[in-house]
């Protein structure tokens, strides 16, 4: 038997980002859980939602550029840190070593084994939350998260997965088969 929960947005585990913004002047950064990705086409672009009570969104706003950073299990307490604080009353601007990649306006934090650089391209406005859609302008990856054919090995990332139903981070189990292929073997059976 199945239980009708309503309305519940069940799409969880979702990953787990940092996005980085530049506020006043000063790099801020905030946790985000509840990205998406738009295409797969060129250009790229992602998107994610954010209250607009945060002060990350001013900055997004101003500069039309933001970075979105993957961070391993090992950086689980900065990266809840800075959903938890805001930069309204918390200086989040020392807490990474940053870099700076093609945008002025998009902090890269180089403890992330993954980072993205994006321009603002629009914004969607859900009420008291903005949704923010971005081009991805350049992605810099640490060499040993790649695979040798310059792929990007997940199982080395050690991404953060967030489950809003017990909020809880989660690590990536194993992998399960191979996309676009397992499938294949149900091919040809009788509808
Ligand atoms: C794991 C995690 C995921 C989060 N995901 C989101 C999200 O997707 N959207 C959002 O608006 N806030 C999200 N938050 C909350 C913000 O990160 C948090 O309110 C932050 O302090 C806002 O910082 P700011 O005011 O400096 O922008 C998340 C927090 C955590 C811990």
């Not at 996005?19 to 790099?27: F, H, N, Y």
């Not at 905030?30 to 992602?46: K, S």
Request: with cysteine; hydrophobic share 40%.
């Amino acid at each position: 038997m199945k239980r009708n929960l309503g309305p519940v947005n069940a799409l969880y585990p979702s990953l787990t980002t940092i996005i980085g913004t530049v506020v006043d002047g000063r790099a801020n950064f905030l946790a985000v859980a509840h990205v998406g990705i738009m295409n797969h086409g060129q250009p790229q672009y992602l998107s994610f939602g954010i209250n607009t009570a945060h002060y990350s969104g001013q900055g997004i706003h101003k500069h039309r550029e933001f970075s979105v950073c993957i961070p391993s299990e090992d950086m689980v307490r900065e990266t809840d840190y800075v959903g938890l604080v805001s930069g309204k009353n918390t200086d989040k601007s020392s807490l990474f070593e940053l870099f700076r990649g093609e945008l002025a306006h998009a902090p890269l934090i180089r403890r992330c084994p993954v980072c993205m650089e994006c321009r603002l391209d629009r914004v969607l406005d859900f009420g008291k939350h903005e949704v923010f859609v971005g081009e991805i302008v350049a992605t810099h990856v640490d060499e040993d998260v790649l695979r040798q054919d310059g792929k990007i090995d997940i199982a080395r990332v050690r991404p953060l997965l967030f489950d809003f139903s017990s909020v809880t981070y989660w690590g990536l189990g194993d992998e399960v088969a191979e996309c676009w292929s397992v499938g294949k073997t149900l091919k040809g059976r009788p509808a």
